[in-house]
């Protein structure tokens, strides 16, 4: 029987998902904690720039990691077993202001819509809609947003994710730590 496991891939750990190659199943933590950091905004007469809190809800299974990519603040990489996160791991959630996030929420500000959505949802509040695109080789869910009353446009709240994970339960799961992020979602002006 083992040999025959071993032919047909039956024989893969439990908690894992197929997908051309092994991939862990995403387990969310019971709780969440909150992450922050201070944005600073435009600047003011006396050259000082305005600063900002940023705050929301991160999922306990996602742990702080250092970024070194400008575009790519608050990041955090599902690392249940670690005491942080590492950067290049997915899936991730970040704040990010690349190309491809800039252009997104550009676009849909002039028309509604951008290229090369795969799924869109508009919304009104503090975040202009919610939408998955291919993102090099992966897949981004992002909330699209200006940040800091206006003064850093176009970013997104962002969660990174292998292909391999869309339409499974990974992917609803790593759709709920997004939504409770952005649900959580706090700015505050500290001038």
């Known amino acids: 029987m083992e040999n025959f496991n071993k032919i047909t891939n039956t024989d893969k750990p439990a908690g894992q998902e197929e997908s051309g190659n092994m991939k862990e199943l995403i387990v969310p933590a019971p709780d969440s904690h909150i992450v922050e950091d201070v944005i600073y905004g435009d600047e ?3 050259g000082d720039y305005i600063p900002y809190r940023i705050s929301f809800k991160v999922n306990d299974a996602f742990k702080e990691a250092k970024s070194h990519a400008g575009e790519v603040e608050m990041l955090n990489t599902y690392a249940p077993e670690s ?10 959630l970040a704040i990010q202001l690349d190309d491809t996030v800039y252009m997104a929420v550009e676009e849909f500000k002039e ?6 959505a795969m799924e869109i949802t508009p919304l009104s509040g503090k975040f202009y809609f919610k939408a998955k695109v291919e993102y090099y080789g992966y897949i981004m869910y992002f909330y699209g947003l200006d940040r800091c009353e206006g003064s850093w446009e176009n970013n997104g709240l962002c969660m990174v994710y ?6 499974t339960e990974n992917e609803i799961r790593l759709m709920q730590i997004l939504d409770e992020a952005a649900e959580s979602y706090h700015e505050e002006r500290e001038m």
């Open 44 to 46: 003011t007469e006396n």
């Open 83 to 92: 005491e942080y996160g590492e950067e290049g791991s997915y899936p991730y």
């Open 111 to 116: 028309k509604g819509t951008f290229t090369g």
């Open 162 to 167: 292998p292909k391999e994970y869309a339409g």
